[in-house]
């Protein structure tokens, strides 16, 4: 789901539906038994216990670095940017927890677990075809998107897009082997797999291509070897020889290279120097360098951090205020500009966990991972040794420190943590290859019918989950994991891991006929929530909540029937499985289900939609957060139905299905209720994040059509709702400070009150000090204190109170310090600290931090602008800034200056 009517319409619809969603599916497993007593969840295998022991190991070290974090609040509910506090990782966990509850409950004849494998695959088709209609133009929206050639459909970006779809190929490819044998079905997963290749190669992004290589190759090796094939391996490693081969050829062949830059996926792929500066080469060379210099920030502020906090981290979320001293000017680039994102993210996973979760959690985090992962070979590969999970340990080790060493020894010593992390797959990778050879040579069949689960159709969705699960890691190493990844990541990992267990649980193994009929039930209604699900968000994502004119920069075409194309070809595919597997009778029963639950959505939905001209108020935007929350209501609506009338159709409890009765428990009960909570204090939170947003981003908009009384109190809404968030926050002290400015220059229309001013700034003081006191480490802050000082050191307030004057002088000088020792590249705290030298007359200062800001950022237009408009009329001194910004800055910069310097000197340049 998106939302345009919110800035972080993107991250937060998603959070909004996936928090309580899965803390209410864990509520709703307690107190039927699954997770707490005798319930069919119980697993008596040492293998288990370990994970249960990691798992918890995990959360709990998590819970301590929240606990003991620097912002409690931010590490919650996240930071404004990313939005992953410890709420959205209790809810990856639930989901992972949920999904293995469920596929151990399931019956042997179930076909649950491809159902899930479904949902998280066809998930994919709602951002693919939104995607290309971006592309095509067919987009009623606007999106301040750089590359158009990179739509990023509905999941926010090309990157994340083409992550999403690299994840859920190999799985793909495993429906694609179980329906080999029925063409109706194979035909309808050959569609998706070609659906998911065109949005992965349409997002051209290098990161998932790259992942996806040895994601594909470790899916080879394993199919070789169930299916005795050694052949099979000797293709997978041609294929992976083939792509290093290509990717050297076009770097060092010249005429390949040439090529290559001609291309659009492959002109990303290739490295080269003094390119084009809008090429995608160049583009793709810039990305890479700002890799290193971005982990060489991480590695810094590990460095700098304190043995405590590197044990237990900053805090979920935190840590990116501590990455500001060690950011350089290269970094930042030509944007330089106001707030950038870079700090949040280091697009490295392990330096951002190991940061802010602390080594520990890290170290139990991947230990968890890596179990499961032997868990899974050990059940794909099994072998007579007892040693196997020690040489699978050494292997992955050898594996890290090796590509850790390499890497030091090439001198990216920036690049150690994700290599070594990226090396401890290979090592895993070299293992299971050797024990695939050995497996595939075997003449030994009878593995081929020592299956997962008990069921020969379990081994191919392990194969492809295990796939999946490499590219979200390999992956993550070198991109920016993201909340729709790390839900797919969790209940891949539960799904996995209840069909290893299944092979060891003798109570899963042939059911009665009355037992098999209720897992059909419930498969049925799964499925049926899942895709009224997908058709309600495919809806959500391709209708607004509001309609925008042109004065709030939306884009408006003549093609809005098209919008229903793409919400009726994931119908349609959803649709054909459920025909091909149930037949007629029972599909034309739950489309009818279906599709009425989405057309009461789509009535409601078209009934909130806010018509917004430039008269729109407080009461359109409250609808427009009511209408942001109606898709998440109605997918929940969709599930409660059909958990009703699966449980209608059994006619039993869900204890009774496994065997057990019903849990007098007070444990499983009381679990229960905790859960429960969570999913009303996640709901709650939410919702306060969501019309905390709606009101932030129409505040904006009511400034855009000068409407400043509405964009103050909508902004005063967002910072009611979440009084810990330092966006909100900086919000409202832009708009009093505003206000106050307007009081000095007479703009308001009645003179200078002078009690009226005093109570904005003391206000105004009062949150900026506030502020300063909760996020110490954010150079921001610093600088919101600085101009509230600012002003009360002005000429007009100098007037009214000399010596109150002088003391703001001195405390906005501190704060200018202050915020500059915080982030010493950034431009912009030099140059508003030089103006303030300027506006109290300190010129000789105001002239040795523009000398400072131009030796630091020769190459961009800012201290030359802004020397320029500190000068006196002196065409001299002019023309010789003009010599000097020629030097350095580029064409577009200079064009600029060139401008300042007409408009005030009268320079013929």
Not at 118 to 136: H, K
Not at 448 to 461: E, N, Q
Request: glycine share 8%; net charge neutral.
């Amino acid at each position: 789901m998106m939302n345009p009517a919110m800035d972080r319409g993107f991250e937060l619809s998603k959070q909004m539906l996936s928090t309580p969603f899965s803390f209410l599916a864990l509520a709703a497993l307690s107190g039927g038994g699954w997770l707490i007593g005798r319930g069919a969840v119980a697993t008596p295998i040492d293998m288990c216990r370990r994970v249960s022991w990691l798992f918890a190991g995990w959360l709990a070290l998590l819970l301590i670095s929240t606990v003991f974090s620097e912002r409690p609040a931010m590490s919650i509910y996240g930071s404004y940017l990313r939005s992953e506090g410890v709420l959205a990782w209790l809810s990856y966990a639930a989901v992972g927890a949920a999904t293995f509850a469920v596929i151990r409950s399931a019956s042997t004849g179930s076909r649950l677990p491809g159902l899930l494998v479904d949902v998280l695959i066809l998930a994919a088709l709602v951002p693919i075809l939104f995607a290309l209609f971006q592309r095509f133009g067919f987009d009623r929206y606007y999106f301040a998107v750089l590359d158009r050639t990179r739509a990023p459909g509905t999941i926010g970006n090309a990157v994340f897009l083409g992550q999403y779809c690299a994840l859920v190929i190999p799985l793909a490819l495993a429906r694609l082997w179980q329906a080999w044998p029925r063409r109706l079905e194979c035909t309808v997963w050959v569609v998706v797999t070609a659906l998911l290749a065109v949005g992965l190669v349409g997002s051209q992004s290098r990161g998932p291509l790259l992942a996806l290589v040895p994601a594909l190759f470790t899916f080879a090796v394993l199919a070789a070897a169930y299916k005795r094939k050694p052949i099979w391996l000797v293709a997978a490693f041609a294929m992976v020889l083939a792509a290093a081969t290509a990717l050297v050829i076009i770097n060092v062949v010249p005429a390949a290279r040439h090529w290559a830059q001609q291309v659009p996926v492959a002109a990303r792929m290739v490295v080269a120097a003094n390119t084009a500066a809008a090429t995608p080469t160049a583009l793709a060379t810039r990305s890479a360098e700002m890799r290193l210099l971005l982990w060489q920030v991480g590695n810094e502020t590990l460095q700098a951090a304190s043995p405590a906090r590197t044990l237990i981290g900053y805090g979920p979320e935190v840590a990116y205020m501590h990455y500001y001293p060690h950011i350089t000017d290269e970094l930042l680039g030509d944007g330089g500009g106001a707030e950038v994102s870079i700090p949040d993210r280091l697009h490295a996973e392990a330096l951002d966990l190991i940061l802010n979760h602390g080594v520990l959690a890290w170290v139990a985090y991947t230990t968890l991972l890596g179990t499961l992962l032997w868990a899974i070979v050990s059940t794909l590969l099994p072998a007579s040794t007892r040693s196997g999970g020690r040489n699978f340990s050494i292997a992955a080790l050898a594996g890290g420190a090796a590509a850790a060493l390499v890497t030091g020894q090439s001198g990216w010593t920036a690049a150690l943590v994700p290599a070594f992390c990226l090396g401890l797959v290979l090592g895993c990778m070299s293992f299971m290859t050797l024990r695939a050879w050995r497996q595939a040579r075997s003449p030994d069949a009878a593995a081929d019918a020592m299956v997962a689960g008990g069921t020969p159709d379990d081994r191919p969705l392990l194969i492809g989950g295990v796939s999946a699960l490499l590219v979200f890691w390999f992956d993550a190493q070198i991109s920016l994991p993201v909340q729709t990844g790390r839900l797919a990541q969790f209940a891949l990992a539960g799904l996995l891991f209840a069909l290893v267990t299944r092979q060891f649980d003798k109570a899963t193994g042939i059911r009665d006929e009355h037992q098999q009929g209720v897992a059909a039930a419930s498969d049925l209604a799964v499925w049926l929530a899942a895709l009224a699900g997908l058709l309600i968000a495919a809806l959500a994502a391709f209708w607004p909540v509001a309609d925008l004119d042109a004065s709030l920069r939306a884009t408006q075409n003549q093609f809005a029937l098209w919008n229903l194309v793409p919400p009726l070809l994931v119908m349609m595919i959803g649709f054909g499985l459920l025909y091909v597997r149930l037949g007629g009778r029972q599909t034309l029963r739950g489309a009818t289900v279906v599709l009425m639950i989405c057309a009461v959505y789509a009535a409601v939905h078209y009934l909130l939609v806010v018509p917004i001209s430039a008269s729109f108020g407080e009461a359109e935007v409250l609808r427009m957060a009511q209408a942001s929350l109606l898709p998440m209501l109605f997918v929940l609506l969709a599930c409660l139905i059909f958990a009703w009338r699966a449980e209608s159709a059994s006619g039993v409890m869900p204890a009774e299905r496994s065997g057990d009765p019903v849990p007098e428990d007070l444990a499983a009960w009381s679990l229960g209720a905790v859960f429960l909570v969570l999913t009303l204090g996640a709901g709650t939170a939410g919702w306060q994040q969501m019309r905390a947003d709606v009101s932030a981003t129409w505040a904006r908009a009511a400034l855009k059509i000068a409407n400043q009384p509405l964009a103050e109190t909508l902004a005063l809404t967002a910072f009611t709702a979440l009084p810990h968030d330092r966006h909100y926050r900086r919000q409202v002290l832009e708009d009093t400070l505003v206000q106050s400015l307007k009081d000095l220059s007479g703009q308001s229309g009645r003179g200078i009150d002078a009690d009226h001013l005093a109570a904005n700034l003391a206000t105004s003081l009062a949150l900026a000090q506030d502020t300063q006191r909760l996020y110490p480490h954010d150079p921001w802050t610093a600088m919101g204190v600085a101009r509230v000082h600012q002003v009360l050191a002005s000429p007009p307030i100098r007037k009214l109170d000399a010596r109150a004057a002088d003391v703001a002088e001195q405390r906005a000088r501190e704060q200018f310090a202050n915020a500059h020792r915080l982030f010493p590249a950034q431009s912009e705290i030099l140059g508003n600290w030089g103006q303030f030298e300027f506006m109290v007359g300190q010129s000789a200062e105001g002239h040795r931090l523009l000398d400072e800001l131009e030796q630091r950022h020769r190459d961009k237009p800012d201290a030359y602008v802004l020397r320029l408009e500190s000068m006196p009329s002196d065409r001299v001194e002019a023309e010789k800034v003009l010599a000097r910004a020629s030097q350095f800055v580029s064409a577009t910069g200079l064009a600029q200056i060139r401008a300042v310097a007409s408009a005030q000197h009268g320079t013929r340049h």
